[in-house]
């Protein structure tokens, strides 16, 4: 398992197409979960290609299922407060670890600031809902930490049930079927074009860089 903060991901080249944010409550065929609203409505912007990358990705669900957006461009201000609030609560718990193991740890759960996914706008925390909005069982909610969740967050995990492992695979199969990557300690976290995905997918660069704000 590759973590966000492995040497390598740092390595990697940024590039940026130089592609436009969207509004993902302005495309009408996607249901935008609005838990994590911040004022600016930050959370709802997703690169344009992104966006269509989803679309595709909805189209090849089960008849009767849909996919639910919870978080998606986040600004390096808060990428920075989450981080270092997670490592806080390890620190906590684990009051042996040192620094370097914190930072390991925590980057299972939130990425490290300086590679953060979200803030490429090319990045999405999102599970799957009904028609009508109920949400399917995925074994854990959405944003279970490592620490909370016994690992179950992880997405191959076994302390799953067998309907929440059926529910994480049909959701993998649609997104990584349209060039989505997992990050395989989040089942619900998927991202395009950000360092993670350049190095899962062997590519020299990355396609999206930070984005200073939406």
Avoid at 56 to 64: E, N, T, V
Avoid at 85 to 109: I, M, N, V
Avoid at 167 to 187: F, I, K, M, Q
Wanted: net charge negative.
């Amino acid at each position: 398992m590759i973590l966000l903060s492995d040497r390598r991901i740092a390595e990697i080249a940024l590039g940026d197409t130089g592609e436009s944010m969207i509004d993902l409550r302005e495309v009408p065929e996607l249901r935008i979960d609005s838990r994590l609203a911040d004022p600016a409505g930050a959370y709802a912007h997703l690169r344009e290609g992104v966006a269509q990358r989803l679309l595709d990705a909805q189209r090849a669900l089960p008849d009767g299922l849909r996919l639910l957006l919870i978080e998606a461009y986040r600004p390096l201000s808060l990428q920075t407060a989450y981080f270092e609030g997670y490592q806080e609560e390890l620190r906590a718990a684990h009051p042996g670890w040192d620094d370097a193991r914190l930072h390991t740890e925590a980057s299972k759960y939130v990425s490290p600031p300086d590679v953060a996914p979200h803030s490429t706008g090319g990045t999405v925390d999102l599970t799957l809902c009904t028609e009508d909005g109920m949400e399917l069982d995925m074994g854990t909610a959405v944003n279970a930490s490592p620490l909370a969740s016994a690992d179950a967050c992880f997405t191959g995990s076994p302390r799953v049930s067998a309907l929440a492992r059926e529910h994480r695979d049909v959701l993998g199969l649609a997104l990584s079927g349209v060039g989505l990557v997992n990050y395989p300690t989040e089942w619900w976290h998927w991202s395009y074009g950000d360092r993670y995905w350049a190095l899962q997918t062997r590519a020299a660069r990355t396609r999206y860089g930070p984005v200073a704000s939406v």
